[in-house]
């Protein structure tokens, strides 16, 4: 195994800077939305760690935070097609409760729809979805999330959370992967 994360595969598109603003952004529309309610943000792993770890500290009002482990992709960049729930919230923070279900990036939407089916019937009064980002493509579930920090291609991309292979989670800004003879290449 290579000791260091290889930046040169992945082609900046997002910088921190531009990552922050966004985040500002909506954090604003969700601070508008939900400030009386205290609402639970459930945040789909391992994908939007980053994003809610940032996202929660913009938020300046009585919220609760719980996590849901969704996997749908394995080692690959095309999704599998079913979405395995391995973790979900405690009933007793979701039931009743206005919930916001974020997640990394919203592309079949099928994680979305997955985990939204779920929080419903752990007797959630509303939930609604927040992405750091949406590809833009065509879909047969969740066609739009409520709330979006970004909207990008069809490219797969890496950083700030969402990996290639367990990798690349750690870098602090978002990146197109160059793919030997793939999509991104
Ligand atoms: P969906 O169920 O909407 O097809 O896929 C959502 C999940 O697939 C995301 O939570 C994310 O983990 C993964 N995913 C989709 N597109 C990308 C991508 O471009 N890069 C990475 N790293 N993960 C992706
Ligand atoms: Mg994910």
Redesign the pocket.
């Known amino acids: 195994m290579d000791p260091a994360l290889d930046s040169a595969d992945v082609v900046p598109l997002l910088t921190e800077a531009q990552i922050r603003d966004g985040l500002e952004r909506l954090a604003r529309d969700l601070i508008r939305d939900y400030q009386n309610d205290e609402p639970c943000l459930v945040a ?1 792993l391992r ?2 760690l980053v994003f809610v770890a940032d996202l929660i500290r913009r938020m300046p009002i009585s919220l609760r935070v719980d996590f849901l482990h ?4 394995g080692n690959n ?1 095309v ?1 599998s097609g079913t ?1 395995d729930l391995r973790l979900v919230p405690d009933p007793n923070e979701v039931r009743g409760r206005r919930v916001i279900l974020v ?11 997955a985990a939204r089916e779920k929080l419903m019937a752990l007797g959630a009064k509303e939930v609604k979805t927040c992405v750091f ?1 949406e ?1 833009k493509v065509l ?1 047969e579930y ?1 066609q739009k999330a409520d709330y979006r920090c970004f909207e990008i291609g069809h ?4 950083g700030y959370g ?3 292979a367990g990798r ?1 989670r750690n870098l602090p800004y978002l990146g197109i ?1 160059k793919l030997p003879g793939g999509a991104n290449s």
């Open positions: 789909c994908g939007s969704a996997s749908s992709y960049t999704s979405v997640d990394d990036i919203l592309d079949s939407g099928r994680t979305l729809h980002l590809k879909r969740e490219e797969f991309v890496v969402l990996d290639y690349y992967l």
